[in-house]
């Protein structure tokens, strides 16, 4: 005897960073209980693996949710939850000044459906490096996500040096484009190890100045009534 099945209603929505309509529905109990077991575990490799499963399964058009930039899977995760768990997302902090009173933890409460991403004025692809020489970077998708959340100090150089190469589109000349997905590894790295350190820097400032989901906030201490004025941002803030 075969069960009756639910049938999950459908919603649109837009992937920031392509400006593409895609269709999608809610997560279920089954996707729901990893994305838990998955917080819990606090790790943010399984994290990314557990919700990289579940936009998958919920995303109904044919997307490759790896190539998708950082920002667009903290949005599309934000929008899944909202309609699968809920729109308002109940977080907590605590006082700064009486960290140590277990009363002082204020209760925020954020509309998910109403979050954007921020595109900061200031940010660029495309950089001029020496000559007519000059690089365009791709936003980095799931795999190199992980590498992201694991850089606690943009000057650890062997960190950045491996997520900038793997973060390259294309590197141009007066008479060619150079499409990195052609490239050998080794060869990307050669020509990013040549470059001097303003260079370098200026690349970095990709990864520094990449839209983000951006929430301001504030909020008041119930115990000494300090109002804290605030910013969340993240895919570890929405999980």
Not at 1 to 29: A, E, G, H, W
Not at 141 to 148: F, I, N
Not at 191 to 214: G, Y
């Amino acid at each position: 005897m075969t069960l009756p099945m639910n049938v999950m209603p459908t919603y649109n929505t837009i992937i920031p960073s392509l400006n593409k309509k895609i269709k999608y529905k809610p997560f279920t109990i089954k996707e729901e209980k990893a994305l838990l077991v998955a917080q819990q575990s606090e790790d943010p490799v399984v994290m990314l693996d557990t919700l990289k499963e579940v936009l998958r399964a919920c995303i109904m058009d044919k997307i490759d949710v790896d190539s998708l930039a950082v920002f667009d899977i903290e949005y599309l995760f934000t929008q899944l939850r909202a309609v699968s768990a809920g729109e308002i997302a109940e977080l907590r902090f605590r006082c700064d000044k009486c960290k140590d009173d277990p009363k002082a933890v204020a209760q925020v409460n954020i509309n998910l459906t109403e979050l954007k991403v921020k595109f900061p004025s200031n940010h660029e692809k495309k950089f001029s490096l020496f000559n007519d020489v000059g690089i365009v970077m791709k936003y980095p998708g799931l795999e190199a996500l992980k590498s992201l959340e694991q850089i606690n100090d943009f000057n650890d150089i062997n960190q950045v040096f491996e997520l900038v190469v793997n973060s390259i589109d294309y590197i141009y000349d007066q008479d060619q484009v150079y499409h990195a997905k052609d490239l050998k590894k080794e060869e990307l790295v050669q020509f990013i190890e040549q470059l001097d350190s303003k260079q370098f820097k200026r690349i970095t400032e990709f990864f520094r100045t990449m839209p983000t989901l951006r929430q301001d906030i504030q909020y008041q201490c119930p115990v000494c009534g300090h109002v804290h004025n605030k910013y969340i941002e993240g895919l570890s803030s929405f999980f």
